[in-house]
């Protein structure tokens, strides 16, 4: 890790933890990162989704599953009074969804973010770090200017919580991602679709992102840290991913 390299002590996160969005990828490997840290921590997770829920909680029976929300505000105020880290990491980012509804995109994106700080200062939260997108850098789409409008709102908001924000790249094999999908056609035989062949994506591991969590949640109120992620275009990706596979551009 080149945080470390360059001397910067990454600490591990303590007390009570609640991660919105939490049955997703990142939470995945946040908890798994706590456990094989030994992390003096308790962990809740909040998200809206029943099955997923159920899923991780065959593998991590001992943490704390609440359904919901973060646009419904009763709810997840009451989730998260008395704990000390907010992990805001719930969010409409699939780009072609947001583009074709950016209704449901900018109240979960902008709106649900402005719950969670709400909520953070009503319940005494320490400390609430937002995930970003490197996609709010120029914001052309519905998703990355949700984004932006996220991280304007933590940054503006004054409270005795600190309020950061990290910009990720993309995890690489995150749910959604073009990974899996790449592997499955070529499982099947069919080409690769490609948007745009020589179009560029910043990527990063899923440990990567759990240490930039850890090093955004030491930092001044709103901070925005972005992380030096290396690139491939799709091209270099998907002969990565599937060396033997056509690859046709979708646009």
Same mark, same amino acid.
């Given at each position: 890790?080149?945080?470390?390299?360059? @001397? $910067?002590?990454?600490?591990?996160?303590?007390?009570?933890?609640?991660?919105?969005? @939490?049955?997703?990828?990142?939470?995945?490997?946040?908890?798994?990162?706590?456990?094989?840290?030994?992390?003096?921590?308790? &962990?809740?997770?909040?998200?809206?989704?029943?099955?997923?829920? /159920? =899923? *991780?909680?065959?593998?991590?029976?001992?943490?704390?599953?609440?359904?919901?929300?973060?646009?419904?505000?009763?709810?997840?105020?009451?989730?998260?009074?008395?704990?000390?880290?907010?992990?805001?990491?719930?969010?409409? #980012?699939? $780009?072609?969804?947001?583009?074709?509804?950016?209704?449901?995109?900018?109240? +979960? !994106?902008?709106?649900?973010?402005?719950?969670?700080?709400?909520?953070? !200062?009503?319940? @005494?939260?320490?400390?609430?770090?937002?995930?970003?997108?490197?996609?709010?850098?120029?914001?052309? +789409?519905?998703?990355?200017?949700?984004?932006?409008? *996220?991280?304007?709102?933590?940054?503006?908001?004054?409270? *005795?919580?600190?309020?950061?924000?990290?910009?990720?790249?993309?995890?690489?094999?995150?749910?959604?991602?073009?990974?899996?999908?790449?592997?499955?056609?070529?499982?099947?035989? =069919?080409?690769?679709?490609?948007?745009?062949?020589? /179009?560029?994506?910043?990527?990063?591991?899923?440990?990567?992102?759990?240490?930039? &969590?850890?090093?955004?949640?030491?930092?001044?109120?709103?901070?925005?840290? $972005?992380? #030096?992620?290396?690139?491939?275009?799709?091209?270099?990706?998907?002969?990565?991913?599937?060396?033997?596979?056509?690859?046709?551009? +979708?646009?």
């Amino acid at each position: 890790h080149e945080q470390e390299a360059a @001397g $910067i002590c990454v600490m591990p996160l303590s007390g009570n933890i609640l991660i919105t969005g @939490g049955s997703g990828t990142l939470a995945h490997a946040i908890v798994r990162q706590a456990q094989a840290e030994r992390w003096d921590c308790s &962990i809740t997770i909040y998200s809206r989704s029943e099955l997923r829920q /159920a =899923q *991780m909680r065959q593998a991590y029976g001992s943490l704390r599953y609440v359904l919901g929300d973060v646009r419904d505000y009763d709810r997840l105020a009451a989730a998260v009074a008395g704990h000390d880290i907010v992990i805001h990491a719930a969010a409409v #980012k699939r $780009i072609p969804e947001a583009e074709q509804q950016p209704v449901n995109c900018y109240e +979960t !994106n902008v709106i649900g973010s402005m719950n969670v700080a709400r909520a953070c !200062n009503a319940g @005494g939260v320490q400390r609430c770090v937002g995930i970003s997108t490197d996609k709010a850098c120029r914001a052309i +789409t519905a998703y990355g200017a949700s984004k932006l409008a *996220m991280e304007k709102l933590f940054q503006s908001t004054r409270s *005795m919580c600190i309020f950061t924000v990290c910009r990720y790249g993309n995890v690489v094999a995150s749910n959604g991602s073009v990974i899996p999908l790449w592997r499955q056609q070529a499982k099947a035989g =069919q080409p690769i679709s490609v948007t745009q062949k020589d /179009a560029t994506r910043f990527w990063m591991a899923e440990s990567d992102a759990v240490r930039l &969590i850890q090093m955004t949640a030491q930092s001044a109120a709103g901070t925005v840290t $972005i992380p #030096k992620m290396r690139s491939l275009t799709l091209a270099e990706l998907a002969a990565i991913i599937a060396p033997s596979a056509d690859v046709v551009e +979708t646009g």
